[in-house]
């Protein structure tokens, strides 16, 4: 695999980007080749709303980026899945999509079910947009949250359950509360004054995404563990890859629910370094822990422009080896 330069890559975004929004935001595609099932990728639709929940800190903008440099693995292993807001960019035969989030993972499991998933989409269209609703789903999330920690098992049931709970729990409350400390906590969120989205609509579109959604995961299997117990599973063979994208440590990266220390995150920068043939990515803000951990001696650093929680314009790298 050979990664391209940064200039590539910005082009390659607007172009995608351009693809995207030119049409009928119901039916946005991107021009690509048939994979290995026979899949026509070129008249594969990606989903109108760009992730799965609305994950605290995720990289919604810069998903026709990290394809581009994962072009070319056929298996790709994502230790940190959170939104998933990459994945239908990522065109590897196989896509490995792991999370310490039960909840989240539990989600993108019965939305890719050809079964699960269409019922899902019926029971999410009852749904209203009032406080009921959502603390309803907060406790029951919590509930699962619970069972699934000393439970080996849930039925077919109660994984329905928790998947409709996940998606209401995440998509009424206030954007961005998905996969923090609080989420189960969050407020609805009401709009008071014309100006801005609108909650309902956002609710309602990310509910028809479901089906899109179900063709960007089939080709997914889904992981639990600890991040690094999931790297130790990886091969380190051509056309392999990770995509990584760590909780940063500090500041606003410590209200992740599974958030990671300093001492973690140099573990991870050390980890990373055994690949020698599987292509590796890293997402990150530049910044001077980064500098540290990362050098260019060992990696090329791709400067992109990306958004932070308050939606203030940030300085994002993508770092790659191999």
Partial sequence: MHHRPPFQIV????????????????????????????????????????????????????????????????????PFAGSMSELPYIRARTIVVNDLHKGVITLARVVSDETLGPKLYRRLRRHALHPDDLAESQTICRMMEERAGCCDTLDEEMILQWAEAMFVASWLARSGSAGTKSEFDAKLSLRWAAGGGDSAVRFQNAIRSINAWRRSLRRATFSSIDAFAFLEKCKDLPQHAIYCDQ????????????????????????????????????????????????????????????????????????????
């Fill in 11 to 78: 082009d390659a975004m607007k172009q995608q980007e351009r693809q995207l929004f030119d049409r009928n935001p119901n039916q946005r595609q991107v021009s690509l080749l048939k994979d290995d099932f026979g899949i026509d990728l070129a008249k594969e639709r990606l989903p109108a709303i760009g992730a799965i929940a609305p994950w605290f800190g995720s990289a919604r903008l810069l998903g026709p980026a990290i394809g581009q440099l994962l072009e070319g693995a056929n298996w790709v292993g994502v």
């Fill in 247 to 322: 909780p940063f440590p500090g500041g606003p990266g410590d209200k992740y629910k599974y958030h990671f220390t300093l001492q973690q995150t140099k573990r991870l920068s050390v980890e990373l370094l055994r690949f020698r043939q599987a292509r590796v990515v890293s997402r990150f803000y530049d910044h001077p822990i980064v500098r540290d951990l990362y050098p260019e001696s060992e990696w090329t650093w791709h400067h992109l422009s990306g958004r932070k929680q308050t939606n203030e314009a940030a300085l994002e790298v993508l770092l790659v080896r191999n």
